[in-house]
């Protein structure tokens, strides 16, 4: 099994990481939704040690996850499921906690919708979501660059950056408690089931 590397992962962690250490100090086991390459469990599963860190994904990226665990040999770290909306049932697990980054713009619109709906629905009273990536404010780019970006996607085939206005109308149940700018242009959404 190979290792793949992701440069935005590497580059957005550490900011990333310093908001899950206040948001995720209280929970105890969280889902990843799209771990992709395996960077960013194994990053924060080894500064969040109190997390137990649960990986998921299209079995494509397995191995690569895979192969990052193996690397570190962490204990809070847990082999990858393979889920997608739509197509897996939520899958049976004690969560507090979910994060994704960098999927909710690759996402169908539809596929978007739905993970924010499935989310609000299955996350337990209390449990936190924090959604990490570009999205638009009030129907309008933050950037030029989220603009050709976007452009980017759509013709690329992905679902395209969504306005948050949007994912606060599909999370019905979720509460949008923080709304915070990170660098290169993109958020980190805090939710909470209330």
Known sequence: MKKSFSPSCDRNQQPILEQLSVYFKECQQVLEIGSGTGQH???????LPHLL???????????????????ANLSNLVAPIVFHFGKNDWPELDIDAVFTANTTHIMQ????????ETIASHLKSGGVFCQYGPMNANGKYT???????????QQSGCGGIRDIEELVEWAA???????????????????KVL
């Open 41 to 47: 469990a194994v990053f924060f599963a080894k500064y």
């Open 53 to 71: 860190w649960n990986t998921s994904d299209m079995l494509d990226y397995h191995g690569s996850i895979q192969a990052w665990m193996e690397d």
């Open 109 to 116: 619109r539809d596929e978007a919708k739905l993970m924010m």
């Open 143 to 153: 950037s030029e660059g989220n603009r050709d970006f976007d452009h980017h996607l």
């Open 173 to 191: 149940g979720m509460t949008l408690i923080e709304q915070i700018s990170m660098p290169a242009n993109n958020f980190l959404l805090v939710w």
